[in-house]
């Protein structure tokens, strides 16, 4: 099993650019998240999804949206980069169980310029 | 005050050293409790989960105190392989969105 694979592992962006962060996995799990985490800072939730179909908002997810239309795949799309959005994203997933433990992906680090 | 604090370090100790970080949080009604650990430019790993009743898992132990609301992780006999930045994580209750992972504490272990 690959895991959480995501990809490109480093971009860089101009101000108002679009571009679309993608996020497989490969252990058939329900549950998976799309993170932030700036330097010094914990991870901050952007948006989450409990299956195909289905996503839902987190702690910080202006200027963000996701998508979910299979199980496997969890693309995270910036519609107009802005230099608050420098970061590095983790997308991560797991099942639906009381203990809940999610597996990262190896991050995208991104700047905006 | 923040959800999950954690003091941010960084720790330097010597190769052998014990070294405890703790972790407060603020949410009385969280349900379960996790230290992950993230080497520096990598991605978040599991490394336990706290019980109630505190546990261990080689030369780490973890306790929870519940009444406190405080989560402490003990590393004995440091190694130079445990550099690292660990991260208490809160779940708020069941469902991974109300997962809360604090900002970390960096570990130096020196030779």
């Known amino acids: 099993n690959a895991g959480v694979t995501q990809t490109p592992k480093f971009r860089i962006l101009k101000i108002g650019q679009s571009m679309t962060l993608q996020c497989t996995q490969d252990?058939?799990?329900?549950?998976m998240y799309w993170y932030r985490q700036d330097p010094g800072m914990g991870l901050k939730l952007i948006y989450y999804?409990?299956?195909?179909?289905?996503?839902d908002k987190g702690e910080v997810p202006n200027g963000y949206n996701v998508s979910r239309s299979t199980t496997e795949d969890f693309p995270l799309r910036l519609e107009l980069a802005a230099p608050s959005q420098t970061s590095v994203y983790f997308c991560?997933?797991?099942?639906?169980?009381?203990?809940?433990?999610?597996?990262f992906g190896p991050g995208t680090r991104l700047l905006v310029l | 005050r923040k959800e999950v604090e954690q003091d941010p370090g960084p720790f330097n100790v010597p190769e052998g050293a014990t070294v405890a970080f703790n972790c407060t949080y603020s949410?009385?009604?969280?349900?379960?409790f996790f230290w992950y650990r993230q080497d520096c430019r990598k991605e978040p790993k599991l490394l336990m989960s706290?019980?109630?009743s505190g546990n261990e898992d080689g030369r780490f132990t973890a306790q929870l105190n519940r009444a406190s609301q405080y989560i402490s992780l003990l590393i004995r006999d440091s190694k130079l392989s445990d550099s690292a930045t660990y991260l208490c994580?809160?779940?708020?209750?069941?469902?991974?969105?109300?997962?809360?992972f604090g900002a970390g504490t960096r570990l130096f272990v020196k030779a």
């Open positions: 252990m058939n799990h329900n549950y």
């Open positions: 994580v809160v779940n708020k209750g069941t469902g991974g969105f109300k997962t809360i």
């Open positions: 991560a997933s797991s099942y639906p169980t009381e203990k809940e433990t999610q597996y």
């Open positions: 949410n009385s009604a969280s349900q379960s």
């Open positions: 706290v019980y109630s």
């Open positions: 999804s409990v299956g195909a179909g289905i996503t």
